[in-house]
Each structure stands twice: as C-alpha cells, then as structure tokens.
C-alpha cells in the first residue's frame, strides 16, 4: 500500500469534509500531491494538486473557492477540506503523487467515498 485515503462520508449539501490521504513515503519526494475523484459512469478526473517547496495550489473551475488542498510534510500526509458540498461533488477521492506535467506516480489507493445528498 502506497497510499491511503480517508474521510470520506455521507452529507448533505452545503456540509463539509476534511479528507486525509497518507502516502507512505516522503511526499517531499514528489514534485507535487495531488487529489483525484471519479464519479459513477465517468473517468477520474483531478480536482487540486499543492506543489512541494511554496505549495503552490490549483483546483479545477467545478472545486475552486470551495476546496483547500494542504499537505503537512512531517505527517506525509495530504488534505482535502471540501466545504459547501454539492451532489455534484459525489464520487469516491484519490490521492497520488504527480509530477510537474501531471503524471501520476504511484500505484491507486482504494480512495475514500464522498456522498452528497440534497
């Protein structure tokens, strides 16, 4: 195991979540961290990455203003605080190790299941 997520639940919307993801190896490693979602029928799609060093964040349009990727290095962890969540915010979260051109790195987790009901 390389990585495990964590935190997901069932909420309703407009609730928040705070999802953790361990990677089992220095994540100062790696370029950057990054946290994925993949929705039923649909393909993984990648929701915000933080860069090592300054931290430097993005998020995708559908996640920007309502989710705040951070990373505690001491803890090799990753986080994923996602407020104000919408239905559409229903899928289950990955994390994983990218590189500065966004490929993946590491072998996928389980992820963890966010459900959001209206």
């Known amino acids: 195991v390389q990585l495990q997520a964590s935190g997901g639940g069932l909420v309703q919307a407009g609730e928040s979540l705070r999802l953790s993801c361990v990677v089992f190896r220095s994540i100062n490693r790696f370029a950057a961290t990054g946290w994925y979602r993949q929705a039923p029928g649909r393909q993984r799609e990648l929701v915000a990455t933080?860069?090592?060093?300054?931290?430097?964040?993005n998020y995708a349009d559908s996640v920007r203003g309502r989710f705040t990727i951070s990373r505690d290095d001491a803890k090799n962890t990753v986080y994923l605080q996602m407020d104000d969540l919408k239905r559409e915010d229903t899928a289950v979260y990955y994390c994983?190790?990218?590189?500065?051109?966004?490929?993946?790195?590491?072998?996928w987790g389980q992820g963890t299941q966010v459900t959001v009901s209206s």
């Open positions: 933080i860069t090592r060093g300054d931290s430097t964040t």
């Open positions: 994983n190790a990218v590189t500065v051109g966004g490929r993946v790195l590491l072998s």
